[in-house]
Structure formats: structure tokens, C-alpha cells
């Protein structure tokens, strides 16, 4: 068993397989900028969708793109409430109706 162990070798350091003929995709550079005046440059393929915004390497802000181009305007949604949604499910004459039935049969109870 010893003679078949790798000695000298650092088998997790480095890839015996050749990059001889390996093309790489194409790729293009993107340069942001940070409210705190830090600069760095990001490499994205060259069909990949662009970011406005990039967290900053050094310090964590938003960073912008250094193009200029401006950040999405996110849509908000507001904040469903039980109402709406009962109303995504139901018609006001159909809750008119089904208040009718149940108030008829709180006034058989009692």
C-alpha cells in the first residue's frame, strides 16, 4: 500500500488538466463607484444582464454603475390587507348575501 501512495504531490493544490484550447466566453468590464468615493471594476459575460447597483467591496454601500446609468425603479406593491384579498374571491352582493344568512341564523339562536 505504500508504494502506491503519491508522495511530493499536493493533490488539492493544483489541476492536472491542460488549459491548452480553452476558450474563454467573452466578457466585458464594469466600473462602479461608492458614496464613499471607493472605485472598483467588476467583469461580467459579455451576454449576461448588467447591474445598476453592486455592493461595495471595501466599505459595503450600494454602489453605482460609473456609466451614469440609473439604478430600476422597483415596483411596490402595497401591503394586501384581509379585505383585499376577500374581495379578490368575492363580490359585494355575494357578501351582502352570505352576511344576510349568517345574520338570520344569529337571530335563530337566539
Known sequence: MADKSLKGHGLGSR?????????????????????KGHHFTL????????????E???CGKTALRAD???PAVKEEKHQRT??????ERRSIPEL??????????LRKEQ
Open 68 to 70: 451614469g446609468v440609473p
Open 43 to 54: 467583469t461580467f459575460a459579455e451576454e449576461a444582464e448588467l447591474p445598476t447597483e453592486w
Open 15 to 35: 489541476s492536472l488538466a491542460d488549459g491548452a484550447g480553452v476558450e474563454l466566453a467573452a466578457r466585458r468590464q464594469l466600473s462602479f463607484d461608492c458614496p
Open 82 to 87: 384581509h379585505w383585499d384579498m376577500l374581495r
Open 96 to 105: 351582502e348575501e352570505i352576511l344576510a344568512e349568517r345574520l338570520e341564523q
Open 56 to 58: 461595495c467591496p471595501r
